[in-house]
């Protein structure tokens, strides 16, 4: 099984701010990421697959980047309703998650 | 417009079961890749069963293979989750998703459904 890891699991960030998640698969993924962003009570949303390509809608803010083991997620310039909670998950190998990375209020 | 809509949450004893349906539209549901991936309480997303379109293959976690049973009905354009033996740790919201044209990543989710294990 591959298993996935964020870091960190929470930052604290004020809206302006640049903000840098990382995920990291057990074993080569290629580019089969993808990040989703998670509000309290709703569903999850995609926001990039394959690692860097942004869904339709989804703010330019937004980037995505890595190949293999070691990918990262950007946000540029924090805005209010970016708060939220950052899921990587991987598809090489069936689904996993990683176990999130909450970005809060500073 | 794609619309998932999940149904069929509720409280169960450990040990009961329970069918979780999911009613689809706007998509060709023969065509897509599904999933359901449920959130404990307070906890972080856990993917737990996929069906294949075209062939129907299906795959689930090792932490509910053999309790629960993924399917679909390709004429009511409804997906299921057939949850037996169940434990406290499968309480959860229980989401429905849509697999992309790759079938790898998920781009359209239901608003869960919430399944309670207690006594």
């Known amino acids: 099984d591959i298993q996935m890891t964020q870091s960190p699991s929470s930052v604290s960030a004020s809206v302006g701010d640049r903000v840098t998640i990382t995920c990291r698969a057990s074993?080569?993924?290629?580019?089969?990421l993808a990040w989703y962003q998670q509000k309290p009570g709703k569903a999850p949303k995609l926001l990039i697959s394959?690692?860097?390509t942004l869904q339709s809608g989804v703010p330019s803010r937004f980037s995505g980047s890595g190949f293999g083991t070691d990918f990262t997620l950007i946000i540029s310039s924090l805005q209010p309703e970016d708060f939220a909670t950052y899921y990587c998950q991987q598809a090489n190998n069936l689904f996993t998650f990683g176990p999130g990375t909450k970005v809060d209020i500073k | 417009e794609v619309q998932l809509l999940e149904s069929g949450g509720g409280l169960v004893q450990p040990g009961g079961s329970l069918r979780l349906s999911c009613a689809t539209s706007g998509f060709t549901f023969s065509t897509y890749a599904m999933s359901w991936v449920r959130q404990a309480p307070g906890k972080g997303l856990e993917w737990i069963s996929v069906i294949y379109g075209g062939d129907s293959r299906t795959y689930y976690a090792d932490s509910v293979r053999g309790r629960l049973t993924i399917s679909r009905d390709i004429s009511k354009n409804t997906l299921y989750l057939q949850m037996n033996s169940l434990r406290a740790d499968d309480t959860a919201v229980y989401y429905c998703a849509k697999h992309e044209s790759l079938q790898s990543f998920l781009d359209s989710w239901g608003q869960g459904t919430l399944v309670t294990v207690s006594s």
């Open positions: 394959s690692a860097s």
């Open positions: 074993q080569g993924i290629a580019n089969w």
